[in-house]
């Protein structure tokens, strides 16, 4: 069974940092691009970064080029998202995704049930 369990999610000040973290179960976890996706209140998803299996190539969404770093440890079967300078905008559900296509939600068959991060002074 596919498991993918987030956490680091919470409240933190405008230009505070947060890392967030998922691990992953149930599938060869380096065999496989995982991705990032968030979703603001009253919004729709949005993608944020992924990073691919085989040699860790990342892409990001420019919203958060700069401040985010998506990466993964393949020993610990763990996905991570580095957030730094945050800003209210960022504030969201993220989840862990398997898979990779940007905006194109039938690429990616599991999901993570979400950490909240909410940015506010």
């Known amino acids: 069974e596919v498991q993918l369990v987030e956490s680091g999610g919470g409240l933190v000040q405008p230009g505070g940092s947060l890392r967030l973290s998922c691990v992953a179960s149930?599938?060869?976890?380096?065999?496989?691009?995982m991705s990032w996706v968030r979703q603001a209140p009253g919004k729709g998803l949005e993608w944020v970064s992924s990073?691919?299996?085989?040699?860790?190539?990342?892409t990001t969404v420019d919203s958060v080029k700069g401040r985010f770093t998506i990466s993964r440890d393949n020993a610990k079967n763990t996905l991570y998202l580095q957030m730094n300078s945050l800003k209210p905008e960022d504030t969201a559900v993220y989840y862990c995704?398997?898979?990779?296509?940007?905006?194109?939600?039938?690429?990616?068959?599991?999901w993570g049930q979400g950490t909240q991060v909410t940015v506010s002074s």
């Open positions: 995704a398997k898979g990779a296509g940007g905006q194109t939600w039938n690429r990616y068959d599991y």
């Open positions: 149930g599938f060869t976890f380096n065999k496989y691009a």
């Open positions: 990073i691919n299996g085989a040699d860790d190539s990342t």
